[in-house]
């Protein structure tokens, strides 16, 4: 594959990520940031172009987490990277965060089938099942929105992935998972990975075409689920 230049941004967790490389090396900004994805992203995008002494003109394509997660965040995200590249005349990546998951999978734990498995919040998790094929990966199951209890068991060799077994810390071995890691997340780095792919093949949208996979359709909570606390 030869070198590009990437940039990659993933807000669908707590954690805002953005990474900038040339589809194999990235430099990368992981910051725990809660709600705050919007203020840090542009700031952690400078910073990174600046370190490689890029513009975002100089770019071959951004790309971007493009859920399923928070839906404030997968939004954030699709926006920013909708705004730069529509100033650039750029075109855009959208990278499933559950297989950006099992990326990082594959790279921490060297898992080749995974499980992966994001809390979704309101009692559900996301999940989806990928098994890798060269450099990419063939998806199995999923994306879905799920109540624990309705996941289906997974092959023995898979490896689960993800907060989903943080938040359910029974839901690893009633489906019959003998390795999992729930400190793995979708990543900015992983995001840019994988959009690598797609840019060698061709797969980039235009700027305006790019939108967030929510999976879960529901965009709002009732008066009663926020008074409880409860997020998207």
């Known amino acids: 594959m ?6 990659a941004i993933d807000c669908s967790t707590d954690v805002l990520s953005v990474a900038c490389g040339d589809g194999t ?12 994805h919007a203020e840090r992203a542009l700031p952690f995008v400078r910073e990174l172009l600046d370190e490689r002494g890029w513009t975002i003109a100089s ?7 493009a859920g399923p997660g928070s839906f404030t965040g997968v939004r954030i995200a699709c926006g920013i990277a909708q705004g730069l590249a529509l100033g650039a005349g750029l075109g855009l990546v959208p990278v499933g965060t559950l297989e950006a998951l099992a990326q990082e999978a594959w790279r921490a734990r060297g898992a080749t089938e995974v499980l992966a498995c994001l809390d979704a919040r309101m009692r559900e998790v996301y999940v989806a099942g990928y098994v890798r094929e060269g450099d990419g990966w063939r998806a199995l199951r999923g994306p879905d929105v799920l109540k624990p209890d309705a996941v289906a068991p997974a092959a023995p060799s898979a490896f689960g ?3 989903g077994f943080a938040a359910y810390p029974a839901l690893a071995a009633r489906l019959g998972l003998a390795r999992f890691d729930a400190s793995l997340r979708p990543a900015a780095r992983a995001v840019g ?10 797969d980039v949208v235009a700027a305006r075409d790019a939108h967030p996979v929510y999976v879960r359709h529901r965009v709002a909570l009732t008066a009663a689920e926020r008074a409880a606390g409860a997020s998207l």
């Open 25 to 36: 090396a990235f430099a990368a900004r992981d910051e725990h940031v809660g709600p705050a």
């Open 59 to 65: 770019l071959d394509a951004i790309a971007f987490g």
């Open 161 to 163: 992935a993800g907060d």
């Open 2 to 7: 030869s070198a590009m230049r990437l940039l």
């Open 193 to 202: 990975e994988l959009a690598a792919l797609k840019v060698a093949r061709g």
